[in-house]
């Protein structure tokens, strides 16, 4: 029996994607779960989480002021 198995790697990451669309509803917030979803596919992926940290944190910043009516 072949059994199809999804590596761990793979399935962090999406988790932390998925995470990417919790915006938060202050600045703080923002750049918080930004950050925290941005370390975590850094990790699954095998990258630095302190860049992916920085990376997601401002990504959704930028995204959450860019359209606040989204977030």
Request: with cysteine; glycine share 20%.
């Amino acid at each position: 029996m072949d059994m199809h198995k999804i590596k761990p790697g793979i399935a962090g990451a999406f988790v932390a994607l998925l995470g990417l669309s919790a915006c938060g509803d202050t600045l703080g917030e923002q750049a918080l779960l930004g950050g925290a979803a941005g370390a975590g596919a850094a990790v699954a992926t095998g990258g630095d989480p302190l860049t992916g940290a920085a990376v997601g944190g401002a990504a959704n910043v930028a995204y959450c002021q860019t359209y606040p009516d989204r977030c």
